[in-house]
């Protein structure tokens, strides 16, 4: 990164060295990328992060173990849910106790909501970037519904605090099931209407088709997770590969990337097995708000006031919106964490981007970043 | 419960003011366009000289002076014109599009929003004029003048009704090409000048793509000119008739095709959605537009808006058939007129009707190109240089061939003109037909249903 820099830009070739970020309208946060032009197309894109570090893992190591369920909240913001239920696992691994039914019913029902959430902003951040600016007003409709029956789940819209060690702060609220169902059979209704506007727009396809193509081996060996792997042609998903929770219960079918326009692995795959999940994601909400009254009305395990481990480590798997985030706490048997680790979906996606950006032109290192859907602060945390 | 207070003054008032505006402002300006484009000619100011001064306009010095007031006058109300259009424009586009997002958009100046484009145009204004310490301050800030000629030329040899018009040049449409050309001017001038990478990209990809357009642009352009055999404005609309069959883009099917292509390469030209490559926002921030600020942003923006309307108008002269009034012939016109000095009521109710059906279908053009904006996406610049070059250039070189071909014939057998032109109208009539069957299917599809109740 340095050399680059530093580096003599070579006059001779015309090629130019462009600051992309870090304040940018499509690097969606404060990303920076280094990028060797040649006119229009890219040699080479060098993402350079680190803006948005918080030290939220030092953090975990102060706070105590209820403490920093707040603070896993600012992990992914756009998907706060599932940054909660990860850590909220890992302890409850540590303590060796487990969640009872409701709580793992109403972590799935609130999980999959926030799932659909999630993939409509990068969907519609997604096709705003390749210049259609409506379809990402309509999903962004959708979102707000969304976040209006979280909040009343929870209180809060962007930064849940809704999971605890052992189970979840809040029962549904009363009516919130029917009209959470009533939301579901208009949202099946806009999905094709989505795809009616934008996913099968020529242009759009065009644009994307065949594009930063990341093949199997190469999503792989990059440790790409989640959407990423699937849209490459991996058939791996953790709620289904490696269930936990409630999902063993439900049926659902697990999307991959087939070459829809173009080849395996190109944009248009990771957009559109979004686009598919977001479909699974409302099947399973169904089935959950079907399912969760025979469960008993218990949402809290017991779990004593002053969580103290015993000495150990644990990690623990959910599959987030933007793949596969992982916990590592150890603990040294006192009331904080010896130390705290999270792995998130999109600093791995980061590292792809400078193998797959040479020959890109400039508006397709846009379609790239979004199609990763990476989101800044979990890139850094 | 929370209480809702109501913002301060009475609504109704509001209402009624945006609305004395909203019709007032087309009675004013078109009004006062019909007014001085009739009076600035040669003739009407000799009798004014002659009868009002009472100086022979032959001999009297000052004749030529009256004669430049009274065009100044013309110039400063089309100017005027060109500006509110562009503003309202603006306004209307906006409406649109927040119908289309299920957002509410402008609602805070006037009733719906409308006066919107007074407090934006003063808050441009009345910011802070910054030019970047390393640009090329001298190209920076020429570079709007360029920009803004290109736009205001264009309203010279611009036809708005039978007989208003600015300057009916004999070479009207290739003077309109030829001074569409400054704009690309004065933003590749913007682009170098600001000294920004984001901005000199942008003007790069603008003096690619608007060059390139201008190309199949102008060999379409040559295809309603071989029909009305004359480059003037307003000889091509009284080539066309008034209804759709005897439209140049129905009576020869390569002007169809013509017609498609230019609308294409007109909204590139622009740079209209989905060809808004020199200002792409997700990719290049602002583009050229990155530096500017204040008044030259605002100048900047009018043209982008003001263009559409230009667009629409020009597309409108050359396939539409213009202002031509259902049932009124040339002769009608010249009947209507009389023997007077300044023309009869009639000939002015005349010319009224003439704007009106070029207003209405300028604005309905006008809609297509907003549509095609808050649809489209952006398409990718090699992909815009290959839609040019292998696809518009060789089929606007082909309707220029057919159109040849298609001449002879009428000139053999001039059936074909009108049997071409009903076809094509019903063929056009079943599309549009099916256009709203589709949207009609789609929006129940939807669970939605079609409601226009919050306007």
């Known amino acids: ?381 | 419960m929370a209480t809702v207070t109501l913002p301060k003054g009475n609504p109704r008032t509001k209402l009624l003011l945006t609305l004395a505006v909203a019709l007032a402002l087309p009675v004013i300006l078109f009004g006062a366009v019909l007014v001085l484009a009739t009076l600035a000619k040669p003739e009407p100011v000799q009798v004014f000289v002659r009868e009002v001064l009472g100086h022979d306009p032959a001999t009297w010095p000052y004749t030529g002076l009256v004669f430049a007031v009274v065009a100044a006058a013309l110039t400063f109300m089309i100017l005027n014109f060109g500006a509110v259009v562009a503003a309202v424009t603006i306004w209307w586009e906006m409406r649109v599009s927040s119908r289309m997002q299920s957002r509410i958009g402008y609602n805070r100046v006037g009733a719906g929003g409308f006066f919107q484009w007074i407090a934006d145009a003063v808050k441009l204004l009345l910011k802070e004029d910054l030019i970047p310490a390393e640009a090329d301050r001298v190209l920076f800030r020429a570079a709007p003048y360029f920009v803004f000629a290109g736009f205001g030329l264009i309203f010279v040899a611009l036809p708005f009704g039978e007989s208003v018009i600015a300057a009916d040049l004999n070479v009207g449409i290739y003077y309109i090409t030829a001074v569409t050309a400054l704009v690309v001017v004065g933003i590749l001038l913007a682009g170098w000048s600001s000294n920004s990478k984001w901005a000199l990209f942008g003007g790069m990809r603008s003096a690619a793509q608007v060059i390139s357009y201008e190309i199949p642009a102008g060999l379409a352009v040559m295809v309603p000119i071989l029909m009305a055999g004359t480059l003037s404005m307003q000889g091509i609309i009284r080539a066309q008739g008034a209804w759709p069959w005897q439209w140049f883009v129905f009576t020869n099917p390569a002007a169809l095709i013509a017609f498609v292509i230019f609308f294409i390469a007109q909204l590139a030209e622009s740079n209209r959605p989905p060809f808004d490559l020199p200002e792409a926002e997700s990719e290049l921030v602002a583009g050229y537009l990155a530096e500017y600020t204040a008044f030259r942003y605002a100048i900047f923006f009018l043209v982008e808006f003001g263009n559409v309307w230009i667009m629409s108008a020009i597309a409108v002269t050359l396939f539409f058939g213009g202002w031509q009034v259902p049932g009124v012939g040339a002769a009608a016109y010249e009947a209507a007129r009389g023997t007077g000095a300044l023309p009869a009521p009639a000939w002015w109710g005349l010319q009224v009707a003439s704007m009106a059906v070029f207003f209405v279908k300028t604005f309905l053009v006008m809609n297509l190109v907003i549509w095609i904006r808050w649809t489209f996406p952006r398409i990718r610049v090699d992909q815009m240089m290959n839609l040019c070059w292998k696809y518009l250039v060789p089929g606007a070189f082909a309707t220029f061939v057919a159109t040849l071909l298609w001449q002879i014939l009428v000139a053999r057998v001039p059936v074909v003109s009108t049997v071409s032109g009903v076809v094509l109208t019903i063929a056009a009539l079943l599309a549009l037909f099916q256009m709203l069957r589709l949207a009609k299917r789609n929006v129940e599809a939807g669970g939605d249903q079609v409601d226009l109740s919050n306007w």
């Open chain 1, 1 to 381: 990164m340095e050399k680059l820099i530093l580096r003599r830009v070579d006059r001779n070739n015309e090629e130019m060295v462009l600051n992309f970020g870090p304040q940018h309208p499509s690097t969606h946060g404060v990303i920076n990328f280094i990028v060797e032009t040649d006119g229009e197309v890219m040699k080479r894109a060098i993402p350079d992060v680190g803006y948005l570090h918080r030290s939220i893992e030092k953090i975990g190591e102060v706070t105590g173990y209820p403490g920093f369920m707040p603070f896993t909240d600012r992990i992914d913001y756009v998907a706060a849910m599932f940054a909660n239920e990860g850590y909220a696992i890992a302890v409850e691994k540590l303590l060796k106790v487990e969640a009872p039914p409701r709580a793992q019913w109403l972590r799935a029902i609130s999980g999959e909501l926030v799932r659909i959430a999630s993939h409509l902003v990068a969907v519609g951040t997604m096709t705003m970037d390749i210049g259609a600016f409506t379809p990402m007003v309509h999903g962004l409709r959708e979102r707000e519904e969304i976040n209006d029956y979280i909040e009343a789940l929870c209180g809060a819209r962007l930064t849940y605090n809704y999971h605890r060690i052992g189970g979840v702060a809040f029962d549904l609220p009363e009516g919130w099931r029917d009209k959470v169902l009533a939301f579901l059979d208009r949202f099946d209704k806009f999905l094709p209407e989505f795809d009616r506007l934008i996913t099968f727009n020529e242009i759009y396809k065009k644009r994307l088709a065949n594009v930063a193509t990341i093949t199997r081996e190469q999503a792989i060996s990059y440790g790409l997770v989640g959407p990423n792997l699937r849209g490459s042609g991996v058939d791996w998903d953790l709620r289904r590969d490696m269930p936990y929770g409630a999902y063993p219960s439900f049926q659902f079918e697990v999307p991959v990337g087939k070459g829809w326009a173009g080849a395996v692995g190109d944009c248009f795959d990771r957009y559109y097995v979004r686009c598919l999940e977001m479909k699974e994601s409302s099947r399973i909400v169904r089935q959950a708000l079907e399912t969760i009254g025979q469960t008993p009305e218990d949402i809290m395990a017991k779990v004593p006031r002053n969580v103290k481990p015993e000495a150990g480590e644990v990690l623990s798997r959910v599959e987030s919106a933007r793949g596969e985030m992982a916990y590592y706490v150890v603990s040294d048997g006192t009331n904080k964490a010896y130390r705290l680790r999270s792995r998130t979906g999109s600093f791995t996606a980061m590292s792809i981007i400078e193998d797959i950006s040479g020959g890109l032109m400039v508006a397709d290192l846009v379609a790239l970043i979004s199609s990763l859907d990476v989101v800044a602060p979990e890139i850094d945390r």
